[in-house]
Nanobody
């Protein structure tokens, strides 16, 4: 059974940091495109960061230089380190897996976590 379980969200002031984790079961994350999406109220779900089977990474322009995606293959876990957080980063963050992740195309993605809330206050 494929399962993605996020953790690590919370509330922080602008300029602060948070780290998200996504524990995967049912497949090996190093063999899939894995990544993070987010959705703010009233907005579409958007790609934030992705990592491919070859270890290559991609980031949305809005988070480049502030967020870092990584994975621990021994723990089958994906991470997102978020630094210098801004109020506009406030959203529900979702872990995702599959080909759609590598092209940041949410409609193609079938494997999603339940989401973890990130709230950044000014």
């Amino acid at each position: 059974q494929v399962q993605l379980v996020e953790s690590g969200g919370g509330s922080v002031q602008a300029g602060g940091s948070l780290s998200l984790s996504c524990a995967a079961s049912g497949y090996t994350i190093s063999r899939k495109c894995m990544g993070w999406f987010r959705q703010a109220p009233g907005k579409q779900r958007e790609g934030v960061a992705g990592i491919g089977p070859d270890g290559g990474t991609a980031y949305a322009d809005t988070v480049k230089g502030r967020f870092t995606i990584s994975r621990d293959n021994t723990k089958n876990t994906l991470y997102l380190q978020m630094n210098n957080l801004k109020v506009e980063d406030t959203a529900m963050y979702y872990c995702a897996a599959g080909a759609g992740v590598c092209v940041f195309h949410a409609p193609m993605i079938t494997d999603w976590g339940q989401g973890t809330q990130v709230t950044v206050s000014s």
